[in-house]
């Protein structure tokens, strides 16, 4: 993560002393009005743990969720299918059959 977050020449220290700045409600954006939002996970995800996704629907507007019970960005054979439906659901047109 800190590679990602601070680049290459970033280290463990500087992960655990710089990521407290990107937290979303520490900067109050999870409180402010946002677009419909789906939200897509596994329960089991390694990196991103579900406790951060059940923060989104504790904050903020209303939001629609998909957490299989597997592992990172929970992806399953439905997965796909679930975020088209809910996209075009957004849209206001049919998903394709």
Known sequence: MAYAFLGDDATFDDWVRESPKLSLVD???????????????????????????????????????????????GFTPRTAGVILEWICGQLGVAAAA
């Open 27 to 73: 900067q109050g954006v999870l409180d402010q009005p946002c677009s419909a939002l789906l939200c897509v996970n596994g329960t089991k995800d390694s990196i991103f743990p579900i406790e951060d996704m059940y923060l989104l629907f504790e904050r903020g507007d209303p939001k629609t969720g998909f957490f299989p019970p597997v592992g990172h960005m």
